[in-house]
């Protein structure tokens, strides 16, 4: 059984005297109730006495030989770059197939998308050289007066616009008054 994740470093802190009398008995009382905190207390505890039972010997000599050999096996075992160490964790977890698998099938989707998307559309064959008639296009007058009628001429020329809203003006005559500000003035001062 694990401990828990948050309790791991305060477990360690425990175990070399190290915590707060709170925090302290705080971590004593979850690990009462908390079997994989108090397994790793115990390995880490154990490990701890065994540290402090070894023998230190302060008065150590080694030779300059020695530590060269040391430093030049670091050094040969030390990959030379980053990208080594990345490629090298890359190849080991592609080599099981439960990664492999969705990181080529997501590459294979991507290539297949690209492609799809970026196909140029298929070459038309050139046209004929004679020489076409360009006919003035036909300025539709039984249109019902809405927005989209006005934007769909006006997109093909404002002069066909002009020339509609003129026929229509004079086609149909308002029934009803139509008000200026100078009319409008006028009845004020009347008023």
């Not at 979850?30 to 079997?35: F, S, V």
Request: hydrophobic share 45%; net charge positive.
């Amino acid at each position: 059984m694990r401990p828990c994740s948050r309790n791991r470093k305060p477990l360690a802190w425990l175990a070399l005297g190290e915590l707060d009398a709170r925090r302290a008995a705080a971590l004593r009382a979850h690990m009462e109730t908390c079997e994989g905190c108090r397994r790793y207390m115990e390995e880490i505890s154990g490990v701890n006495d065994k540290l402090a039972a070894a023998k230190m010997i302060p008065d150590v000599q080694t030779s300059e030989a020695f530590h060269r050999r040391v430093v030049a096996r670091l050094r040969s075992e030390r990959p030379s770059a980053a990208w080594q160490v990345l490629a090298g964790r890359f190849v080991a977890g592609c080599l099981n197939w439960r990664t492999a698998l969705p990181v080529v099938g997501g590459a294979a989707l991507v290539i297949a998308m690209l492609s799809v998307l970026t196909r140029q559309p298929a070459a038309v064959p050139p046209a004929s050289i004679g020489a076409q008639a360009v006919l003035p296009p036909d300025i539709e007058s039984d249109l019902p007066p809405t927005i989209a009628n006005y934007q769909r001429i006006a997109t093909r020329s404002l002069d066909e616009l002009d020339e509609l809203l003129t026929k229509q003006g004079k086609r149909n005559p308002s029934p009803i008054p139509i008000y200026t500000a100078s009319l409008v003035a006028s009845a004020r001062v009347s008023d």
